[in-house]
């Protein structure tokens, strides 16, 4: 952080002497102007507070100030959340978790857009089928995070960058989606009988990991 300061500020200096170099080189240039563009510079790489800027004889002049330096790096590495949400709604600790829960939320639009779950592309021309389509996918990727069954997955099956062979989330659902009931019609009345087969290898270590049970039927 102190070196990132050092920087802007030399950066600063750099910018204020080539201006002052400009206003003594053409008469036409005017002093406020250029103080008010150097000045607009600093606030937008937050170094209003840490020093001030005048004109002295026609010439942009810094001064830095030695406390808001050091109140900056006091606070370096330090952030602070604000909320609309009333005390009584939120307390510190709710507040800081739902704005640290944001983080799921790309790799939640990434699964359901590009993912597992392919929200996308919809061919639908009704917006009721539309919003029941959306919907399924919200209700499964609720399911996938209830489950956790991706640090279930990696508990069990390791990474990617362990084991070039494991077996990743959509691997997971691709081999769960191939459980499907059987319908076997029994005689000329109609009755049917449904069975659920019996999963494979891969998909009984699947549900072993995340855990699942199958219901007997």
Request: a positive charge; one cysteine or more; hydrophobic letters at 40%.
């Amino acid at each position: 952080m102190q070196r990132r300061l050092t920087d802007k500020l030399e950066e600063l200096e750099a910018r204020i002497q080539a201006r002052n170099q400009k206003v003594q080189q053409q008469s036409l240039c005017k002093p406020e102007a250029g103080l008010h563009q150097i000045q607009l510079w600093a606030q937008r790489h937050k170094l209003g507070e840490l020093i001030q800027l005048r004109l002295e004889g026609g010439q942009i002049v810094m001064e830095p100030q030695p406390q808001g330096v050091a109140r900056h790096l006091e606070l370096a590495g330090y952030y602070g959340i604000t909320t609309d949400v009333a005390a009584a709604g939120m307390d510190a600790r709710q507040v800081h978790d739902s704005y640290m829960a944001l983080q799921k939320v790309e790799p939640d639009f990434r699964a359901m857009k590009t993912g597992a779950l392919e929200v996308q592309p919809i061919f639908l021309q009704k917006a009721s089928r539309t919003r029941a389509h959306v919907f399924c996918c919200m209700l499964a990727l609720k399911l996938v995070r209830e489950m956790e069954m991706e640090q279930r997955l990696r508990a069990t099956f390791a990474t990617t960058g362990d084991n070039p062979h494991t077996i990743t989330l959509p691997d997971a659902m691709a081999a769960l989606s191939r459980l499907c009931l059987l319908h076997y019609p029994t005689n000329k009345s109609g009755e049917v009988v449904t069975k659920l087969p019996h999963p494979n290898e891969a998909q009984r270590q699947i549900l072993q990991a995340l855990p699942v049970s199958l219901p007997r039927m």
